[in-house]
């Protein structure tokens, strides 16, 4: 058969390369639709890159996108994970977060251009199947536009702008009078359906997927009452090399400090340097070996650093962090999946993006990890929050649970067969024009 992956950013797609190769190996076509920027990190992995002429994601978010992440990264924390609010007070929440996700967010990620960039080479090489990352919603459009099967790769928590307000919205929907049941998403996709020419109308599966493959371990997903096809999370880290001194072990308890690549000094919602001379010099106070594996841009500022501390460009934290005590990061998926794989604690900062406090404390109930929002960051919170993961052993065996979890689950290539059942039931029997 015929698969299609689609991707918005280059660190999103090293998620899904290793079941892009399980299906090529397998046997199947596969093709990674992306826009220019990431055609390179697509054929680096040696999968097929398909060339979309859209803008990088980011040229498309506006002032109006970091004032909604300001006010949804705090609002949520009083909302609550699928709250049980009062039909009035909750429908005007649950619909006025609906009415910005859409235009601050979705609509801009998934552009017009990219959409029917995809949808017409969707239309010419007529995949059985189409794999998606959460946030490219683009990708369940052209599988429907096509008559194709579509599946969400799943890596991250189904909260925040994912599945958790979602599932409250049509809860409290449903208790509305019909002429006061709004909802932009689904207006949004159904004109961009007609748009296209397409058959089909907008259905909750274009959010889900018509099933999902999910990366997480059992006691970490949400049921949606959709098929899963479980699929162990491998690690990639896409052209890296291990350096000389990773071989030699530690002296100290070694913590791994890691903010991603897409957060630099000019973030806007928080003075990043602040933060991050705050966390190293709280670092310093432990008797600790720090690894800061920071990008450029996010070292341009720094104060010179004690010799406990070592800045590192880029180091594969598939390796790193076996070597490590516990990390400190910002809630990035294949970093928080990469210390659950290793079985390595972690100290998660909410707040930067759409990483939300309730994300955090959501994630707290797992025991392997704690969490601190940026907006009461402090340099003496922060070393609590590393001191007492790195002191309480309960963190650790929590942290190997999840590792055991892991383990247990199906391989990607152990996983293509389950998914070629699901392609054979759903996809449809005519392709579109």
């Not at 999840?402 to 054979?424: C, D, F, G, S, Y």
């Amino acid at each position: 058969m015929r698969v299609l992956f689609s991707s918005l950013e280059g660190s999103h797609f090293h998620l899904l390369a290793p079941l892009a190769w399980a299906l090529r190996t397998a046997g199947h076509e596969v093709r990674a639709a992306c826009v220019p920027g990431v055609v390179e990190t697509v054929t680096r992995t040696g999968i097929t890159a398909v060339p979309l002429d859209s803008p990088p994601w980011y040229e498309g978010l506006e002032e109006f996108h970091k004032e909604a992440i300001a006010h949804f990264g705090t609002a949520d924390q009083d909302r609550g994970r699928d709250a049980d609010l009062d039909a009035e007070g909750g429908w005007a929440d649950q619909l006025g977060y609906e009415s910005v996700i859409v235009p601050a967010l979705n609509s801009r990620l998934n552009s017009d251009r990219l959409i029917d960039e995809l949808v017409a080479f969707a239309r010419h090489w007529q995949p059985d199947l189409v794999i998606w990352e959460t946030l490219c919603l683009a990708g369940p459009v052209a599988a429907l536009t096509v008559g194709a099967a579509h599946a969400r790769l799943v890596s991250g928590p189904e909260l925040a702008m994912q599945l958790g307000t979602r599932r409250a919205f049509l809860r409290l929907a449903a208790e509305q009078p019909p002429e006061h049941r709004e909802d932009p998403t689904a207006e949004w996709l159904d004109r961009t359906l007609e748009r296209l020419g397409a058959e089909a109308r907008f259905d909750e599966s274009m959010l889900t997927g018509q099933w999902t493959v999910d990366t997480r371990p059992a006691s970490l997903r949400e049921d949606l009452g959709l098929p899963v096809v479980p699929a162990r999370y491998i690690p990639y880290n896409g052209r890296s090399a291990v350096p000389s001194w990773l071989r030699e072990p530690p002296a100290r308890p070694r913590v791994c400090l890691t903010l991603g690549v897409s957060i630099d000094s000019g973030y806007g919602l928080w003075d990043l340097d602040t933060v991050l001379v705050g966390m190293l010099d709280a670092l310093a106070g432990l008797d600790v070996e720090v690894v800061a594996a920071l990008s450029a841009p996010q070292r341009a500022h720094l104060p010179p650093l004690p010799d406990t501390v070592r800045v590192v460009d880029h180091v594969p934290l598939h390796d790193l962090l076996p070597t490590c005590a516990a990390v400190v990061h910002h809630g990035g998926y294949q970093t928080k999946a990469t210390a659950e794989f290793h079985g390595v604690p972690q100290i998660l900062l909410t707040g930067w993006e759409w990483v939300t406090e309730s994300m955090g404390a959501a994630y707290e109930k797992q025991g392997n990890l704690l969490s601190l929002p940026l907006r009461e960051f402090t340099p003496d919170r922060f070393r609590e929050k590393v001191a007492a993961v790195l002191g309480d052993p309960s963190f650790a065996a929590h942290a190997r649970r999840l590792r055991r979890e892991t383990e247990e689950m199906p391989t990607p290539n152990e996983a293509v067969a389950a998914i070629e059942r699901l392609t054979a039931r759903h996809r449809k029997g005519r392709r579109g024009a």
